[in-house]
């Protein structure tokens, strides 16, 4: 006849069932537990063994699983995690070395379907695609000489080593082009700060107050200079291409005043001066300009 439950035997199992009603949980059946004899003799009761769990170290050699269209091939590799209630977890361990290579045949099995589908170039899509199909077919068991075991396995996928090669000279590229655009905006952003900054210790030197945009047109080439050396070149060769127009509009003008001159028609003529000063005065060319003295105090250096 079996001995009764003591007090603490019967709270236990009393907490043990109110867990498990209410959260669905098995945890406390892999808690050791006391198992009265038929016997009856106490000292004779016996623990349930733990499930114990051990897991493979990845390998250096891959699984090669091809991918669509059969040119190129990932790799594949798998990290297998084994459990076991009918053993200890040394056993265990020395146990799943005889069963590591079968599974790496069936994981090549389960999965290959799934690799296929997949593009060569997403090596992450390959690896959600197996482990997805792992996750319905990879729960395997291996009758051992030492009990149960089972086995649920995992992988990590890496693009084909020949078509990363092919791929890295272009993914190189766009990665320099990507840094270039990054840097040329940070510069150009440096230097409309700059350029801005001394425009405005220009005007505010020289009382100018507001500048219109004549007057920014004629002073952003000497605010460059201070802000950016590359864009200062740039600017330097913008004004000298305006400057070579305004001299042909001038010398145009100029001639038509002396055509109208010459024909006696004064009133064109006088237009035609007024049109030349005022154009003058608007681009910086009057002779009381002082943006005329420091271009022409440049122009033997350019």
């Known amino acids: ?56 170290m990845a390998t250096e050699t891959p699984v090669s699983m091809a991918a669509r269209d059969d040119v190129f091939s990932y790799e594949v590799f798998p990290t297998f ?22 599974a790496r045949e069936e994981l090549l099995r389960v999965g290959w379907s799934a690799a296929r589908d997949c593009d060569p170039a997403d090596p992450v899509a390959a690896e959600r695609a197996i482990n ?29 080593p020949a ?7 272009h993914r190189l590229h766009e990665l320099t082009l990507r840094e270039t655009q990054r840097l040329g905006l940070i510069r150009a952003e440096r230097a409309r700060e700059l ?30 200079t201070l802000a950016d050396q590359d864009f200062r070149k740039v600017m330097e060769g913008l004004r000298r291409q305006r400057r070579t127009s305004v001299d042909a509009l001038i010398t145009t003008l100029e001639g038509a005043r002396g055509a109208h001159q010459e024909a006696g028609l004064f ?20 002779e ?8 022409a105090s440049e122009e033997p250096s350019l």
């Not at 350029?195 to 007057?215: C, Y």
């Not at 009381?288 to 271009?295: C, G, L």
Request: glycine share 4%; net charge negative; aromatic share 8%.
């Open 267 to 286: 009133e064109f003529a006088d237009a035609y001066d007024k049109a030349i000063g005022a154009f003058r005065r608007e681009m910086g060319l009057s």
């Open 163 to 169: 078509l990363r090669e092919h791929v890295l000279p």
């Open 81 to 102: 995690q084994w459990n076991s209630s009918a053993m200890s977890r040394e056993t265990l361990k020395e146990r799943v070395v005889h069963h590591e290579a079968t």
């Open 288 to 295: 009381s300009s002082w943006i005329e003295d420091a271009i």
């Open 1 to 56: 006849m079996a001995r009764r439950k003591g007090l603490f035997a019967t709270l236990r199992e009393a907490w043990r069932t109110w867990r498990q009603n209410r959260y669905g949980d098995i945890a406390f059946e892999e808690e050791p537990e006391a198992v009265d004899s038929d016997d009856g003799d106490e000292t004779a009761r016996q623990p349930r063994r733990r499930k114990v769990f051990v897991q493979s």
């Open 195 to 224: 350029t801005e900054a001394w425009l405005k210790v220009i005007s505010d030197l020289e009382l100018i107050g507001e500048l219109d945009a004549h007057q920014r047109r004629l002073l952003v080439p000497f605010a460059a």
């Open 132 to 160: 997805r199909k792992l996750s319905l077919n990879g729960n395997w068991c291996f009758d051992d000489t030492e009990g149960l075991i089972r086995c649920t396995p995992s992988v990590r996928v890496r693009v084909d």
